[in-house]
Structure formats: C-alpha cells, structure tokens
C-alpha cells in the first residue's frame, strides 16, 4: 500500500445516503466553497436505488418520486452545485481533532476538514441480535436485504413468507412479495398497534388482505437446511410468551423488520456524547455534537419517517456547519431538552443559539387520541392522534426560548388509543 495522502477541504460529508446529499447541496447554497463526500459504496443515494415503490420527494421536491428518482434529482443538485465525491471510499476512523483516516481502493488517506457533517444513516436490526429461539437455517433476511434482492438483482427470498415487525420496510416487502406471487403468510408485531405509517399499513397490508397479528412474536424457527416451520404466539403486556396461543406455519422464509439502529462507530470514536434512547449523537438546535467542529443530520441521529426529512434536517447541519467554518462560534443559550410524560425523545437535546426557529422531532411512546404535545409552558400544539410511528415536527420561534432558563421538559397527553 502506498504513503498516507493528505487531503484539506473545507468541509467533509460522510455518508452519500439521502442525509449527505442534502447537507452537500445546502453547504454550497450557504456558501462553503469546498465540500467533500465520502461515500463507501459504489453508488451514491444510500438505500434509496433499491427502493422502487414511490412517495419520496413529497416534502423536499413537492411531488412524488421513486427512491432512484429522488437520488437522481439530488445527485443533479449535487454536481451542478460543484460537490466534490469520493465513493467506494471507507472512513475508517476520525478522531476529535476533526481527522478523518479513509481508506479508497488501494490508497490510505487523511483528510482534514474544517468542520464534519455524520450522515452515516442507519442499519436493520439482524436476526442474530434478537435471541430468537430454534434453528439457524437458510431463508432468514432482513427486509432490506431481500428488498435488494428483488429489485436489484432479481432474485426471490421464498415463497411462503413470514414478516416480523411491522417497520415500514417490512410492510413495503409485504406488498411486494405478493405482487411477484409470493404468499405473505403473517406480519407479526410485539407491540399492541404498528409500528410504520399508517399509508403503508392500509396501502401494503389491508389493500393486499395480509394477516397483521400485533401483540404476537415468534417462539420458535424451524428446519434443517431451510426453513420449514414459524411458530408464532401471543405476548401478554410485559412482552412474555402466552401458553396456548401457539400458531404454527408452514414457511420456507422469514422476514425481519425489526427496527433500524442509526450507524454511529464513528461518531464514538470523536468521543462524541451519545443519546441512549435514539442510539444517535446529542446534538443541539445547529445539529452539532459535543465535539467541535462535528455536525450530524439524517437517520445517524435519530430514524426519520421519510428520506425528505433525512435530506432536510442535513441540510439544516450544514447551514450551521458553514455558520462554524466562517468562525461564528457564539453560543445565546444553554436551555436542556427533555423527553417528558410519553415522549420517548425529542431533538434536540439542547439549544444552545438564538436563531429563526428550532425545530423540535419527537416520537411519543404510547398512541394516544385527542393529544395535546407541550413545550414546557410556553408552547402547546393540538393532534387527533398521535403515534409512535408518525414522528412529530413542531417549529417553535426562538424568540420564544429567550427567556427560558436551565431545562424545557416536551410532553404528550391524551386518551390512550390501544
């Protein structure tokens, strides 16, 4: 292998997924002159080149787009921009002081930015981390990896399929596995209600006449070199196994859609303070971490309902990120942000500068109707539902922060709807 080659720019993106392209084409909107994106696939777009069904783009560019068609627009943007990119590039290691060590075909590089954007994105959770019980045989993917398979390279997971979690992804493969003749056999769901949008329940699910069984996990796999068998049984309200409500089917593939887990090896490594509830940085209302010079945005930082939002909150990263590279390191605030009564989380977790407006993403922990989310006591906001699957946007003016001091406490109230 050759020599380190050193590489200065003014700004480094890693991560080329729908996060990266939005903070490159905001970088050079806000006038960063050189912007640099790592990728370490071949391909830039993420996982959106696989994603074939449309309704991306519905926020971002206003109309409906397949996922290659979104990443088509973007990477436009991008190169008409003046982006630069290195893909099939790995970042293997940064460090606090803003170092990124990449490794790119047979040559080791360091690159020195000015200030780094995370857009790592996220990753299923794999069947091996959720201890299921039984054999370990062939016909176990998750819903991505047979998503590729499909609409990339052609090939069908199985015939008669079981889909556990009801994650958008799954619910999405639900659809198209039986579009391309297979039999969705069950989408089973340890939680009491679904856990993706409710678009893709009624249009992948009930649309198609697919088994939905909520409250139920698997208990057991079976099968020698393939899957033979699923038993499935119901779960009481501290998620163990019920006797006697055992379902057994007769499936040669299971599906997991299990929940995605934001990619954050990396942002570790920086010594950067990570939250435990969304496995993603801390970060403040400029989308930048606890160290210097480190912004994050898209799915590294919590798991957004649409790639639009991933590309949106990126590009509001690397509006800051170009405010911090101009040397404007001021900071008007110092108000923590927290998760109250059934909010699972809210970010940001802290705002720390007077700008237009903070937006705050939030989850709530439990469905509720007729809810009421509120923003300490100075903000409150009215929703005839609210579900742990559709993530809250809420812009709130900063002018409204001004005066607020030590802690604003984010919480929901309502009449439980399950």
């Not at 016909?139 to 990896?145: L, V």
């Not at 056999?185 to 009491?192: C, S, T």
């Not at 393939?226 to 007769?250: A, L």
């Not at 559709?390 to 709130?396: F, N």
Request: aromatic content about 6%; charged content about 20%.
């Amino acid at each position: 292998m050759s020599k380190i080659i050193t590489h200065e720019t003014d700004l480094a993106i890693i991560g080329g997924g729908p996060a990266g392209l939005g903070a490159a084409i905001r970088a050079k909107a806000s006038g960063v002159k050189n912007v640099l994106l790592i990728e370490r696939s071949e391909e830039l777009g993420g996982v959106l080149p696989q994603c074939i069904h449309n309704g991306f783009g519905l926020h971002y560019f206003k109309e409906s787009l397949t996922g290659p068609a979104y990443t088509y627009k973007m990477l436009q943007d991008a190169q008409r921009a003046g982006v630069d990119f290195m893909t099939k590039t790995m970042a293997i290691r940064v460090d606090g002081e803003n170092r990124i060590t990449a490794l790119n075909r047979d040559r080791l590089l360091e690159i020195r930015p000015k200030a780094t954007i995370l857009c790592m994105g996220c990753r299923e959770r794999s069947f091996g981390a959720l201890r299921i019980p039984g054999t370990r045989p062939a016909g176990i993917y998750t819903a991505g990896t047979a998503q590729r398979l499909i609409n990339i390279e052609g090939k069908m997971p199985g015939k008669r399929v079981v889909i556990l979690g009801s994650g958008d992804i799954g619910m999405i493969m639900a659809r198209r596995l039986t579009l391309e003749g297979a039999k969705v056999l069950a989408v089973v769901e340890i939680m009491p209600f679904i856990g993706g949008l409710i678009r893709n329940e009624v249009q992948c699910l009930r649309d198609f006449h697919i088994p939905v069984y909520v409250s139920h996990t698997i208990k057991e796999v079976r099968g020698t070199d393939r899957i033979e068998k699923i038993v499935v049984t119901r779960v009481d309200q501290n998620r163990q196994y019920i006797p006697g409500t055992e379902i057994e089917f007769d499936a040669d593939t299971l599906l997991i859609s299990a929940g995605l887990i934001p990619e954050n090896e990396l942002s570790r490594m920086a010594g950067i303070s990570m939250n435990a509830i969304t496995g993603g940085p801390v970060v403040d209302n400029l989308w930048q971490t606890s160290t210097p010079g480190f912004f994050a945005g898209g799915n590294v930082v919590h798991v957004h309902d649409l790639a639009d939002y991933a590309s949106e909150s990126a590009g509001m990263a690397a509006a800051n990120a170009a405010r911090y590279i101009d040397g404007d390191r001021s900071q008007d605030l110092d108000i923590e942000v927290a998760a109250g009564a059934n909010i699972r989380y809210v970010v940001p977790n802290r705002i720390s500068k007077l700008q237009e407006t903070v937006s705050f993403y939030m989850r709530v922990t439990w469905p509720l109707a007729d809810a009421t989310v509120r923003i300490g006591d100075i903000y409150e906001k009215h929703f005839q539902f609210a579900r742990p699957s559709e993530q809250i946007r809420i812009d709130l003016p900063t002018k409204e922060l001004a005066h607020v001091h030590g802690q604003l406490i984010v919480s929901c109230e309502g009449e439980r709807a399950v």
